[in-house]
């Protein structure tokens, strides 16, 4: 019994003592650490196809529709009107659609800042007519240097944008109330500045006749903006792709930059040949390069920048913000500031359509228009989301529309129920995705 007592432990099993709990429960093993949780997310692109396509339907499931939507409508529009007309996508149409967006496109960049901020900006049709005012009444009135004239226009809609920001930020009053008010009364100053002429007619081979009536015919310029959007775009995939690396994060990998690299450069090589190739081609527009140019700035400054990383935080959640030290008032005043810059700057290229300064720019339906590219592109009427580039997109879908129905030579009424139909859904759009991330817990 003595020998079968001391029986030793089998060698091939190393035994470990389990300690008892204060109820007799075992408690866990001193060696045993924890395995921290990971995010499936972050594993979507290591499972290929098949995790991208979860990942979309998970995001769609969620509510995050981003610019599916638009891009959805733009496919569908350009299908009705080239069936109903056959020259909708031809060199000269094409070039109209660019040419025409780009003023109210960038007014619409303004705007995208603004409702990221959670608030309205109602002046911007004044205080674009404004600065047609200030450049006409400064260089053709006064003979002011050209450039110099341009200059001071859009200086003086940072100045309004500015005195906005003020009111409302250290003030107090609502952005809506001091924005209806500029819009009133910089309208009165407009009228004013113009005095007895109803309108200034803009100096032929000046700066703001050249913004819309310029075009590079050299195919080279086409083809190279092409070409350097396409490798700026890959580069700045690289880029963010090497950075990941460096802190440890999940990256795309090289077959996903250049799939993506490649629908860019089909896009925008397309674009140029469409603009330089077919018969009646007039080649590259000033304003489109112009356009193009506010946007890259505008999305660098709103995603790259703190500046723009503390837009997005106060519009969606302003006293939080606050609290984590952000100067808010300052935020909020620099917003408007950039809104009313960039809407005198786009109230010089509706005057360069126009022929030149009128009592009348700036009115009508331009604001209305500003709003909805903006809200159209996929910014959200309820502050803290969006991006730059709906304002492209947004222009794009109301310059599609309205170039379609002259085409097809429908009345300007049906022009603005149809516009209103398509603000309306995008709102609704907005509302329902918003509803459906809440319920997700994604909101």
Not at 407 to 426: R, S
Request: hydrophobic content about 55%.
């Amino acid at each position: 019994m003595s020998d079968l007592a001391k029986t030793p432990e089998p060698a091939t099993a190393q035994t470990s003592k389990v300690t008892m709990g204060p109820e007799n429960t075992p408690a866990p093993a001193a060696s045993a650490a924890p395995v921290p949780a990971v995010d499936p997310r972050l594993l979507v692109r290591e499972e290929g196809l098949k995790g991208y396509w979860t990942e979309f339907t998970r995001k769609i499931r969620g509510g995050e529709l981003g610019s599916l939507p638009v891009v959805l409508g733009l496919i569908v529009i350009a299908i009705v009107f080239q069936v109903q007309n056959g020259n909708f996508l031809s060199a000269s149409s094409v070039a109209n659609i660019a040419v025409y967006s780009s003023g109210l496109g960038i007014m619409a960049v303004g705007i995208v800042f603004v409702l990221i901020l959670g608030e309205i900006d109602l002046s911007m049709g004044s205080v674009a007519g404004v600065g047609a005012a200030v450049w006409a009444v400064l260089n053709v009135t006064n003979g002011v240097s050209d450039l110099l004239s341009v200059v001071l226009a859009v200086v003086s809609g940072l100045l309004i944008g500015l005195l906005h920001g003020f009111f409302f930020a250290k003030i107090g009053v609502p952005a809506f109330v001091v924005t209806l008010a500029g819009f009133l009364g910089w309208s009165g100053l407009q009228i004013w500045l113009m005095g007895k002429e109803g309108s200034i007619n803009a100096p032929s081979g000046s700066i703001v006749e050249n913004l819309t009536a310029y075009y590079f015919e050299d195919k080279a310029a086409a083809y190279g903006l092409a070409l350097v959007a396409v490798l700026a775009y890959a580069g700045s995939l690289l880029l963010d792709a090497k950075r990941r690396k460096a802190a440890a994060l999940p990256s795309r990998p090289v077959s996903e930059i250049v799939l993506r690299t490649a629908v860019v450069a089909i896009l925008c090589f397309v674009v140029a040949y469409v603009l330089n190739e077919p018969e009646g081609a007039r080649g590259l527009p000033l304003a489109l390069v112009l356009f193009l140019a506010v946007l890259v700035i505008a999305d660098f400054v709103a995603r790259r920048t703190l500046f723009g990383r503390k837009v997005f935080a106060v519009g969606g959640n302003a006293e939080a913000a606050r609290r984590a030290g952000i100067n808010v008032d300052r935020i909020r005043i620099l917003v408007f500031g950039v809104s009313g810059m960039l809407a005198a700057f786009g109230g010089l290229f509706v005057a360069s359509l126009s022929g030149g300064a009128t009592k009348s720019l700036g009115s009508g339906n331009t604001l209305m228009l500003v709003i909805a590219a903006a809200v159209i592109g996929g910014t959200s009427l309820f502050g803290g989301r969006g991006k730059v580039w709906s304002a492209l997109l947004g222009m794009i879908v109301i310059q599609s529309i309205q170039q379609g129905l002259n085409m097809i030579g429908m009345a300007n009424e049906i022009q603005y129920m149809i516009t209103g139909a398509v603000l309306l859904a995008a709102v609704v759009i907005d509302s329902i995705s918003r509803r459906t991330q809440k319920t997700a817990g994604r909101a």
